[in-house]
């Protein structure tokens, strides 16, 4: 057979004969004799009093050293700001901040390496992209378009390459676009 030890946490509630053995216990040491309670209480009652007076001088403290920061001009806005000033210094002066600086100074140097390369990788696919042949064959269709409308609009004129006629459209574009006057209100029809 096992024999359960009995422990400080056991899982069983406890019962009513429990409760009643709790409140039977006797608080007050009943081996102490009544000389030693009353020399106990005496101490008590002076340990209090010295609280009390130590209480007193505190705020007394308190206030001669308000009374002095205020002759010496010291706000309490002023003492945070000191406060905070010192707590910034020492913040940066500790290794965690200097370690983590570094880290997110590198971090950030290699951010940026990867976004030149970024960008030089896509110029350079750009740059590929324009000599495929693809490309070339699109830009000129592009010319032999703008030159047929430029002749038909304009008349003979230059066809001009795809650069131009990409800055020339780029340019239309930026100017401001004139208000249609071609025709009076009275003439508009209905």
């Known amino acids: 057979m096992e024999t359960r030890q009995q422990g400080f946490l056991d899982s069983e509630p406890l019962r009513e004969a429990d409760e009643d053995l709790v409140s039977e216990v006797n608080l007050n040491n009943s081996i102490m004799t009544e000389e030693e309670r009353e020399e106990i209480q005496q101490e008590l009652a002076k340990l209090e009093e010295e609280i009390s007076?130590?209480?007193?001088?505190?705020?007394?403290?308190?206030k001669q050293h308000a009374e002095l920061k205020q002759?010496?001009?010291?706000?309490?806005?002023?003492?945070?700001?000191?406060?905070?000033?010192?707590?910034?210094?020492?913040?940066?002066?500790?290794?965690?901040?200097?370690k983590t600086s570094e880290t997110l100074s590198t971090a950030g140097q290699?951010?940026?390496?990867?976004?030149?390369?970024?960008?030089?990788?896509?110029?350079?696919?750009?740059?590929?992209?324009?000599?495929?042949?693809?490309?070339?064959?699109?830009?000129?269709?592009?010319?032999?378009?703008?030159?047929?409308?430029?002749?038909?609009?304009?008349?003979?004129?230059?066809?001009?390459?795809?650069?131009?006629?990409?800055?020339?459209?780029?340019n239309a574009s930026s100017q401001d676009t004139p208000t249609n006057n071609l025709t009076d209100s009275a003439e508009r029809p209905c």
Not at 55 to 61: D, E, F, I, P
Not at 117 to 140: A, L, Q, V, Y
Not at 155 to 162: E, I
């Open 53 to 62: 007076t130590l209480r007193q001088v505190l705020t007394s403290k308190e």
């Open 71 to 98: 002759k010496l001009g010291i706000t309490p806005l002023s003492e945070f700001r000191n406060n905070f000033s010192r707590g910034w210094y020492d913040m940066q002066s500790s290794t965690a901040y200097k």
């Open 110 to 170: 290699k951010t940026s390496a990867a976004f030149n390369n970024f960008g030089s990788t896509i110029t350079r696919k750009f740059g590929d992209m324009r000599n495929s042949p693809s490309f070339k064959s699109f830009e000129e269709k592009v010319e032999s378009t703008v030159s047929n409308i430029k002749t038909k609009v304009g008349g003979a004129g230059t066809g001009g390459s795809f650069d131009e006629v990409l800055s020339s459209a780029a």
